[in-house]
């Protein structure tokens, strides 16, 4: 038997995952091809944007994915406090240590 409260507001967790994912790798490669130095930093994003295949791309799913993971999150809070998850301990616990990560 379902539980009758399930509903759209119950994917914000996978989502969270998905998007985690898609920062992990995305991040790695800007990484690949960005340098920390002061002197060189804002050309190597250049050089990212322009001359990089879809490196434009990379970049801005990389920096919108980041708003959209913290919607997600409050969303995914918003929706354990309005549900009651929380009354789950030890489920609880390992998300809010999640969240600390």
């Given at each position: 038997k379902l539980s009758s409260n399930i509903s759209a507001w119950w994917n914000f967790g996978s989502l969270l995952g998905l998007c985690l994912i898609t920062q992990i790798l995305t991040?790695?490669?800007?990484?690949?091809?960005?340098?920390?130095?002061?002197?060189?930093?804002?050309t190597s994003v250049?050089?990212?944007c322009?001359?990089?295949?879809?490196?434009?791309?990379?970049?801005n799913v990389h920096a919108n994915g980041a708003s959209f993971f913290f919607?997600?999150?409050?969303?995914?809070?918003g929706r354990g406090l309005y549900?009651?998850?929380y009354l789950y301990k030890e489920t609880w616990n390992i998300g809010v240590i999640l969240l600390l990560l």
């Open positions: 991040g790695l490669f800007l990484a690949m091809h960005y340098t920390a130095d002061i002197a060189t930093a804002f250049a050089h990212i322009r001359d990089v295949n879809y490196g434009w791309l990379i970049r919607i997600c999150i409050y969303l995914h809070i549900y009651g998850s």
